[in-house]
């Protein structure tokens, strides 16, 4: 019995003195300063019910000691730590080199311990934050609240697509409709001031109305000049900003949170309809495109807590309505049939009648054709290619019988100067007309200004010799000539010997 008391004993002693040791450490880590304010108020109230220390340290879980500590100060305020800042002596220091050092907080740290100043690096960025120094004060983003019909926003962005086989980098414009959050968007290999008007103009058929003002990103295709409140729009696009009914207002530069409705889609489009997917042409893209864009607004939106299209079933009663006819959105072009028959369109060549060549016509550009016009009775229309695997596009009327060629009314008036001026040089002519890579009349006049600008027999050797080799590179003749000229007409003489002799 006595041995039983005994382990008792020894195990209450040793229960004793783990708590001692517990309260001991918790003591020392300050565990009081470290209860929240919730939980010093339910020490304070389990108190005044008569609650005794022990009991409210075992329901709360804490040590008995720290309890006693919060009974004592008889407040529920988190007692401040007051402790002196390591990088305090330092300020100035840290001030001055912050500019030196252009911001760089790793930079700081090196300098001042360089000095002899005895500072961790996290100190010293724990220092800076709470002391303000080199941070930007952060400012909430907010809200912006849209009625409906108000505002539309538009925005472009590049995008990599894969299109006929090869890879482009192109431009995806998207319109967002600010209350009902609708979705459009078309992709293009360019985007410039006709394709905004065919786009905004597909956006707002696609909308079947036009909102009271359209928000842009200061972008050239619309500011004539100013940013912001003070943008001026070209006058081009704010023409056919009347015609539907609205206006371009832009953001202030850099606050890109005023555009976010328009802004947040260009990622789901790039990781979600771009992906994977490839198209035959950017008829078929634009097509896959819309037919998402109507999947993707009848879908259920966390974000907003409803679907765009039941949103646009109340947002669309106050759209301004569009215009009975819409005329189609065209860019008007003049140009002069070349020698060959044909008429360049954005560094593509389109095929006319032979009987036009050298005649001046208007060339109508739309989103889908070409209309190129002589008069009013002679008109040729060729679909729009957007990029052609070849620049040249030959109607099938347009081109000569098998076994004849364009015929030539007559030769370059740089060909018949050439001959008429070096009579020997006809043959290396004719196979520069054949060989040549350049354009024939460029080649031609280059050709020309190398005879009348350099001596006779430098371009005539020249011209033998590039036609004895096979060189047709006209920088490289000129480069022929350069070296003849100077070794027959530049020669030094020998300061060495007698210039008597």
Known sequence: MAG???????????????????????????????????QRTAILELSAKGVTKREIARVLQLARPTVRKVLRSNSNQ??????????????QQILDLLVCCKGNLVRVHEELTAEGAALSYPALTAFCR???????????????????????????????????????????????????????????????????KVFLTDALRYMSGAPQRVMIDNTHVVVLRGAGREMIPVPEMEAFAERFGFRFVAHQIGNANRSAR????????ENNFLAGRTFASWEDLNQQARQWCDRVNATYKKYIRAVPRELFAVERLHLKPLPAWIPEVY???????DVEGYVSVNSIRYSVPVS??????????????????????????????????????????????????????????????????????AGYVAALKQKGRKVMALALRQLLRLLKEYPREPFLAAVREAAQYGLYDLDRLERMILRRVARDYFLLLDTDSDPHD
């Open 331 to 337: 860019r008007l072009h003049q140009r002069t049939v």
């Open 4 to 38: 039983n008391r005994n382990k008792r004993n020894a195990r209450s002693k040793a229960r004793a003195g783990n708590w001692t040791g517990w309260r001991r450490a918790s003591e020392r880590k300050g565990k009081p300063n470290m209860l929240s304010q919730a």
């Open 130 to 196: 709470r002391q303000g120094i080199g941070q930007t004060p952060v400012v909430p983003a907010g809200q912006y609240h849209f009625d409906p019909g108000v505002e539309m926003q538009h925005d472009t962005s590049p995008h990599a697509v894969e299109v006929g086989g090869r890879k482009y980098q192109a431009q995806t414009a998207s319109g967002v409709l600010c209350y009902s959050h609708m979705l459009f968007f078309q992709i293009n290999p360019r985007f410039q001031r006709f394709d905004c």
């Open 262 to 269: 328009v802004e947040r889609p260009f990622w789901f489009i």
């Open 356 to 425: 036009w060549i050298g005649r001046r016509v208007e060339v109508r550009e739309t989103r889908d054709k070409v209309e190129i016009e002589l008069d009013a009775r002679h008109l040729v229309t060729h679909v729009r290619a957007v990029t052609p695997q070849s620049p040249r596009i030959t109607l099938a009327e347009h081109r000569p019988p098998r076994g004849e060629g364009v015929p030539r009314r007559d030769p370059h008036p740089e060909e018949q100067a050439l001959l008429q001026a070096a009579p020997e040089i």
């Open 78 to 91: 988190v007692p401040e730590i007051q402790r002196a800042e390591k990088a305090e002596p330092y300020r």
